[in-house]
C-alpha cells in the first residue's frame, strides 16, 4: 500500500522521527486556515504548498510551491488543488490533486547553510537484510546520482537479530560529513527511522530530501512511505490510509469482487485459474507474439457468474483486442467452465474481440464439444500451443 507524504510522515513522527510539520487541506479555505494554525504552532512566517499524489517529482511539475504570505497561501493551493500534475513519476497524462499538505518552511536563513540528504530503508533481497540507502546528493533524482556519481551512495546494511547498532548510525553521519550537533542529530533520525521502518510493516522508506536545517535540526522534508499489504492485518489503524483514487481503478473494482488481477500494457486479455497457470498463459502470449493486457486468476470457482465477472474486468481495458481463456479443470469440471463462458457470453451480448478457450484437464472434450457448437464466436483449443497459435491468427 502506497501512502501520501502527509500519512507517510504522520507514521514517521509517530516513532519519534523528526518531521516537516504539515496540515493537509481540501480545498484553498482550507489551507490558509491551517497556515494560520501552523504559524501558531511553530512560528513559521512562511508555508510550502505540496501537491498530494502517489507520485514523486512534484517539485519539477509545479506541485510544490513557496508562500510568503496567506494570500499567496490561498491563491497557491487554489491552483494546486484540482490541477493535473504531470510529473517526471506520472504518466503523460498526469495526475488529478485532490489535496494539498500546507508545511512549515524550513529552509529559513541562520548561523549555517541547510543541506538536503537522500536516505531510504528498504530489503535487500539479495541478502534478505534491511538496508539504509543513503547519500549526500539529497533533493535530485536518486537515479541519476546512482547513473552519475554512484560513488556518492552508501549502504548501510542492519542484521535481524540485533537491529541498527549505533557504531552503523555515526557512519551514516559521518559519510554524510556531519559534525557537532547536526552529527548527534543525524545519527538519533537515522536510528528512529529504522526503527519506525520495522516496526510499520514498511517495504520502503524513502525519504528526499532529509534536511539539515539552519540551525542543525535533521528532519524529513518529503517521504514516500510504502506499507507491506501482507502486514496490514497488524496495522488495523492504517488501512484507512488507502486513497482509492490513487489506484488503477480496474484493479480496485476487481478486488471488489474478489479476482486476482493486475491491470498491464499489452494487447490480449487473460482468464485463467490458478497463479502459475496464469504466468506460463503471460509467458505464451509473448510468444506468439502478442502482448498479455492484464494478469487474471479467477481462481477455483470458475463459474458463470465469476467468468463473467471477469470479462467484464478485461473488457474495462479499452486496449484489448483478444481474450485467451486457459483454464486447467482440476477440481472445476471444464463442462461447467465451458457452460459458464457460454452464459456469460450470451448474457453479455456484446462481446466483440475474439475469444480462444483453452479448456485441459476433467471432460475437457465434452467441453470442446460445447464451445464448438454453441454457434458463438469462440475458438477453442485443447493444447497450449493450439491455443498460442489461434492468439496469433487472431491478432494478424
Ligand atoms: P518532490 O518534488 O515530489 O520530491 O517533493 P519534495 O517534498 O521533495 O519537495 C520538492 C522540493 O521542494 C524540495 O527538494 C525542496 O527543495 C523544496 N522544499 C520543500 N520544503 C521546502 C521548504 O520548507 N522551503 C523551501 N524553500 N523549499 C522547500
Ligand atoms: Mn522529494
Known sequence: MNLHEYQGKEILSSFGVRIQRGIVAQNAQEAVAAAKQLTAETGTGWHVIKAQIHAGGRGKGGGVKLAKNLQEVEEIAGQIIGMNLITPQTSAEGKKVHQVLVAEDVYYPGDSETSEFYISVLLNRSTGRNMIMYSTEGGMDIETVAEETPHLIFTEEIDPAVGIMPFQARRVAFNLGLSGTAFKEMTKFVTSLYTAYVKSDASLF????????????????????????????????????RDLREENPIEVEAKEVGLNYVDLDGNVGCMVNGAGLAMATMDLIKQAGGEPANFLDVGGTADAARVEAAFKIILKDPAVKAILINIFGGIVRCDRVAQGVIDAYKNMGDINVPIIVRLQGTNADIAKELIDNSGLDVLSATEFQEAADKVQQVLA
Open 206 to 241: 524513502e525519504i528526499n530530501p532529509v534536511l539539515k536545517t539552519s540551525d542543525d535540526k535533521i528532519m524529513a522534508v518529503d517521504a514516500k512511505v510504502t506499507i507491506d499489504d501482507n502486514a496490514l492485518y497488524r496495522h488495523k489503524d492504517y488501512t484507512d490510509l
